[in-house]
Nanobody, 115 residues
Framework: EVKLVESGGGTVQPGGSLTLSCVAS????????MSWVRQAPGKGLEWVSD????????NYADSVKGRFTISRDNAKKTVYLQMNSLKSEDTALYYC????????RGQGTQVTVSS
């Protein structure tokens, strides 16, 4: 059974930073591309970023490009999202997933950007 557990969320001021983590289990993590998606209050699921199985390719939504960095550690079965220069519009529930449309996502971790 695919299981993804996100952590690292919190409340930060605009301009602040957070690093999210997602620990995977139940599947061959090192073979899978992984994604981060988010859902803001009252809005649909939004793709944020993804990373290839070997970290050789990363992609970002225009809204986070230059501010967020995705990475992974296959030995630890963990994918990360380093978020810098956070804005109020980044406030959302963040999920890691096995696809860009949010398949197999976990329970999520809340990120709130507020002064």
């Amino acid at each position: 059974e695919v299981k993804l557990v996100e952590s690292g969320g919190g409340t930060v001021q605009p301009g602040g930073s957070l690093t999210l983590s997602c620990v995977a289990s139940g599947f061959a993590f090192h073979f899978w591309q992984m994604s981060w998606v988010r859902q803001a209050p009252g809005k649909g699921l939004e793709w944020v970023s993804d990373i290839s199985h070997d970290s050789g390719r990363t992609n970002y939504a225009d809204s986070v490009k230059g501010r967020f960095t995705i990475s992974r550690d296959n030995a630890k079965k963990t994918v990360y999202l380093q978020m810098n220069s956070l804005k109020s519009e980044d406030t959302a529930l963040y999920y890691c997933a096995t696809s860009s449309d949010g398949q197999n996502r976990g329970q999520g971790t809340q990120v709130t950007v507020s002064s």
